[in-house]
């Protein structure tokens, strides 16, 4: 009984670990992007013909892959942007994506003011 439950829990955690590295961040495909500052409130909308938009487009493209499972209550902190069914909130070093898979986390070296200049 004690290999059974040991096999089972292999099992799931080699199970989370396939689903990570499928995990591929998408790109805005030309939807409005929404960008609120969590802390102060702020709300800012992105059309696909503003610049900060295209630096964040840009920032996705290079970042679609090498992002683990997230595991734990996202912080209330940071800046969320979000377009279509994903989102990403930045968060000092570390940026959380949310999308219909799951939360993801990857750690960044960007700093989000510089793509929403």
């Known amino acids: 009984m004690r290999r059974l439950t040991l096999s089972v829990a292999l099992l799931g955690l080699s199970g989370l670990a396939a689903c ?4 591929s961040l998408q790109p805005p495909s030309g939807e ?13 909308d992105f059309a696909p013909a503003d610049a900060p938009y295209q630096r964040i487009a840009d920032w996705v ?3 679609r ?4 499972q997230y ?5 209330s902190s ?11 909130q930045f968060v000092d070093k570390q ?3 949310r999308a219909p898979a799951g939360i993801y986390e990857k750690a960044t070296s960007v700093n989000v003011e510089v793509l929403l200049r």
């Open 78 to 88: 940071g800046t969320m942007i979000s377009y279509g069914n994903e989102s990403l």
């Open 20 to 23: 990570s590295q499928d995990f």
């Open 65 to 68: 892959t090498g992002w683990s």
């Open 32 to 44: 409005p992007m929404t960008v609120s500052d969590i802390s102060i409130h702020s709300v800012h």
């Open 95 to 97: 940026v959380l994506a």
């Open 71 to 75: 595991s734990g209550t996202p912080p």
């Open 61 to 63: 493209a290079a970042n």
